[in-house]
């Protein structure tokens, strides 16, 4: 079974500064898929970004970009510029690689951006 | 651009009732899947289907049961509901060879 585990229960980041989010997981797959999802205050679970184990590449969507160790089991979030509306619950979560297989979510960790 | 739809988006409902939670997913989106999240917890798997059919369960209880339709939307029953039951659920769909799950706005059941 996999497992995803997030040891940063809440960070705090000021504007405009940049804060970096920890995600580790466990498997024993060797494809796969990573995701982070924000769920604002609404509770509405936001696609951030998506990482396929396969590519060595960091993903990266404007100001939000991943770290992504495979031999570590690591993949860490890090968000740019850090703007109010980027305070929210972040999932980390793991998907096998196969079609229409269930996402594994971390804890979570709550943001909190200050201005 | 469409979303996928949930009703109701609040429901009450109290101990030993019934409930059932309908999702309606996005346009030509075959797989549907089933997600609990419990306060100050993070969302858990309950079931999925594929092309109307049962394609992978999780915790789901057995007062649960769960089915998709001809039209794709998809029904979440819930009976002899429990205080513990109180949570948000989400429904959320995928198109075919995508790897990416497209959440609803959940519906919030509380159970007194």
């Known amino acids: 079974a996999q497992t995803v585990t997030q040891s940063q229960p809440e960070m705090s980041v000021q504007e405009a500064e940049t804060v970096t989010l920890s995600c580790t997981y466990d498997?024993?797959?060797?494809?796969?898929?990573l995701f982070w999802y924000k769920q604002p205050p609404s509770r509405q679970m936001i696609l951030v970004i998506r990482?396929?184990?396969?590519?060595?590449q960091n993903a990266t969507e404007n100001r939000f970009s991943v770290n992504f160790q495979k031999a570590a089991k690591s993949f860490s979030l890090k968000i740019s510029d850090s703007q109010l509306g980027d305070t929210a619950m972040y999932f980390c979560a793991f998907s096998r690689m196969e079609y229409g297989n269930k996402l594994v979510f971390g804890a979570g960790t709550i943001l909190r951006v200050k201005s | 651009a469409a979303g996928v739809i949930q009703s109701p988006r609040h429901l009450i409902k109290e101990k030993r009732e019934t409930a059932t939670l309908k999702c309606y997913p996005i346009?030509?989106?075959?797989?549907v899947y089933w997600y609990q999240q419990g306060p100050g917890q993070d969302p858990q798997f309950l079931i999925s289907?594929?092309?109307?059919?049962?394609?992978d369960k999780g915790s789901i209880p057995d007062r649960f049961s769960a089915q998709q339709f001809s039209d794709y939307h998809s029904e979440l029953n819930m009976s002899s509901l429990e205080l513990g039951d109180s949570a948000l659920y989400f429904c959320?769909?995928?198109?075919?060879?995508?790897?990416?799950?497209?959440f609803g706005p959940g519906t919030r059941l509380t159970v007194t």
């Open positions: 498997t024993s797959e060797s494809n796969y898929y």
């Open positions: 346009p030509r989106h075959d797989t």
């Open positions: 959320a769909s995928s198109p075919i060879g995508l790897a990416r799950q497209y």
């Open positions: 990482q396929e184990a396969y590519k060595q």
């Open positions: 289907f594929y092309e109307k059919m049962q394609s």
